[in-house]
């Protein structure tokens, strides 16, 4: 089979793995949610509908009033996948959100694997296709890279970053370096409306592999040769971004850092050698207390954990290998975070993470996801054990495109290579070195299947959606709620913040809402650290707790001054109180007394407030 028909086989098994994985969802995306995560799959509706509006509206698509009103939400603060979203508008507007996010969802890990695909066999990492395979499997179904497809799309959609890095490599070659650095500012200004999060942490991470790759004498020639093209870099990525960059960090609702408490979500020492809990060995009940479905990002199982090391071992003379081994170490250890946690308990041991938590962009991080930059590190070496050891002698060992990059003096293409223009440098094998014996490659391959099968992945489960009431699914809302009024949910809460989005996009944001699920400055932080959701006025908190106990509370005039006053600061229009929410009756009666007498419209109460 030519290498055109091998690659569209390639690509064809990733999607159907991915579709797979997803398939309990697409079995009725408009009717269906992740089960482990369906908060942040309403989030992510949300800002695919909003980004839809830019084009049907022209709203604004890094901010919004529609959320948090009337504060609205910096959504260049918050994950709003733009690089995805708007390209993807036409289909939301064509079958909905949910179809959109079941779609984002699927491309994420079959797109990464498939670009760790081309990257590890266009650029040299490895001679053998099988060896790019598996290796580029692993990079985008790995057990991390399946726990962040749980509505995590922007997280595992990683297609960008090797290509990022097939840029960087590129560097050091022979060309026109302001054509080099133009293509990589596309790359990084795409993947910063994907998420900067995840290239952040590939920045870093090729700087340590660089530091442990690289001789002493090669970093500073290096560093010479890829000046001009990363100078091009620079000014056209901060040119087309200084002013989305500036409105993240300055603009209205912009914060600084995470709320102290996420900076505790950090990996567990257990996890390491646990198996995830979509691994067809894994077991949920065994590893709950070392963290949820969403953030498994340390779960290699104990079969893995000690192949690694061994492979490592064995490709150690191999620059490329064992800089890669190195750098999976040292974010392995980041990731622990502060203080290290056993089984679910803080250990006395201070993580070296303790050092950069404090510091610009660190205290962004959460740092369990630090641990993410080891997945495709172990892709990568399993890639090159396989070829070297499994399915190619070890004969002669190709040099990744950095070797290239950091050593090569200028010359011919290397024919076929991902960097065409790169030298065919190589790091030749010691003369004395012989090819493996069929024994030794059997007891490789016996010991690569111990420890990936147990990985396998199970599909990602999926319920019912919460049906919306009847008054927003029909449209009836649109004869009592004005275009673009602002609508409080009652009793006020997190999940009414998630329903009241539901809705929202139900009705294609044609009306506002306050509160929801988002990050904003806490109010009462002069440091303007992030906080989950809005603060609760004292109204909310009163129904809130109404809606708790089923107590009507006696109410005096300070209490119906105070509703005025926090109505007055949504600039609410109108309060809605479905019928089905547990305590709905002293909730109603309640709200009476606040607001007066309420209308009740299908299956909602309405109380018609401006």
Avoid at 80 to 92: K, Q
Avoid at 184 to 209: D, K, M, S, T
Avoid at 582 to 591: E, L
Wanted: include cysteine; proline fraction near 9%; charged fraction near 15%.
């Amino acid at each position: 089979m030519k290498t055109g028909g091998k690659n569209a086989l390639v690509v064809v098994s990733y999607v159907v793995f991915s579709v797979v994985l997803f398939q309990h969802l697409w079995a009725a995306p408009q009717t269906r949610m992740l089960a482990d995560n369906n908060q942040d799959q309403v989030f992510f509706e949300w800002v695919l509908t909003h980004a839809a509006r830019f084009f049907t509206h022209g709203d604004s698509p890094i901010f919004t009033d529609q959320l948090n009103a009337p504060l609205g939400v910096n959504l260049m603060a918050n994950t709003s996948i733009l690089g995805l979203a708007l390209p993807l508008a036409p289909i939301t507007l064509l079958f909905g959100a949910p179809v959109t996010f079941a779609l984002i969802s699927t491309i994420a890990p079959a797109a990464t694997s498939i670009a760790w695909f081309f990257m590890l066999v266009g650029c040299g990492v490895v001679r053998s296709r099988t060896a790019a395979y598996l290796g580029a499997l692993f990079c985008g179904f790995g057990p991390a890279m399946v726990s962040q497809t749980t509505a995590h799309p922007n997280i595992a959609g990683q297609f960008m970053i090797p290509l990022i890095l097939w840029a960087v490599f590129r560097m050091r070659t022979p060309g026109n370096p302001v054509r080099k650095g133009l293509v990589l500012a596309g790359l990084v200004v795409y993947q910063c409306f994907i998420n900067e999060e995840v290239l952040f942490l590939a920045a870093f991470a090729l700087l340590v592999f660089l530091l442990v790759f690289l001789r002493p004498g090669e970093m500073l020639p290096a560093a010479r040769a890829a000046l001009p093209a990363l100078g091009v870099t620079a000014l056209a990525a901060g040119a087309v971004m200084a002013y989305p960059l500036w409105h993240q960090f300055a603009g209205p609702q912009a914060y600084h850092g995470l709320p102290d408490h996420v900076h505790g979500f950090s990996a567990d020492l257990a996890g390491f050698y646990n198996f995830s809990r979509r691994s067809i060995l894994g077991d949920a009940t065994l590893i709950d207390k070392l963290g949820g479905p969403t953030e498994e990002n340390t779960f290699f199982g104990w079969p893995l954990l000690l192949l690694l090391p061994a492979a490592a071992a064995a490709l150690w003379r191999e620059r490329a290998a064992r800089a890669v081994f190195v750098t999976a170490v040292v974010f392995a250890l980041l990731s622990l975070g502060p203080v290290a946690r056993y089984q679910g308990e803080e250990t006395t041991w201070h993580g070296p993470w303790r050092w950069l938590v404090d510091l610009p962009l660190f205290d962004s991080v959460v740092p369990t996801r630090v641990a993410l930059v080891v997945t495709p590190l172990v892709g990568v070496l399993l890639a090159i054990l396989v070829d070297r050891f499994i399915v190619v002698p070890p004969v002669t060992r190709a040099g990744p495109a950095l070797a290239v990059a950091a050593t090569a003096p200028a010359g011919p293409p290397a024919e076929g290579s991902f960097a065409s223009e790169a030298p065919a440098a190589r790091e030749v094998a010691d003369p004395d070195d012989e090819p493996l014996p069929v024994a030794g490659r059997w007891l490789w391959a016996a010991a690569l299947a111990m420890a990936l099968v147990p990985l396998v992945p199970t599909p990602q489960p999926a319920n019912e959606r919460p049906a919306a009431p009847i008054f927003f699914s029909s449209g009836v809302w649109r004869q009592h709620v004005p275009d673009q009024a602002t609508v409080v949910v009652i009793p006020g809460g997190w999940w009414e913040g998630l329903d009241a989005m539901r809705w929202a996009v139900d009705s294609n944001l044609d009306f506002k809402i306050a509160g929801g699920y988002f990050l904003a400055p806490d109010p009462n932080d002069p440091e303007r650290k992030a906080m989950f959701g809005p603060l609760y006025p004292q109204t909310w908190s009163l129904l809130g707790q109404v809606g708790n106990d089923g107590v009507v509370p006696q109410l005096g005039p300070e209490y119906v001054a105070q509703a005025k006053a926090d109505l007055a600061y949504w600039k609410a229009d109108r309060i809605i109180l479905a019928d089905g929410h547990g305590n709905s009756d002293a909730i109603r009666q309640t709200a009476d007394l606040l607001f007066g007498p309420g209308e009740h419209v299908e299956d909602v109460w309405v109380w018609k407030v401006s």
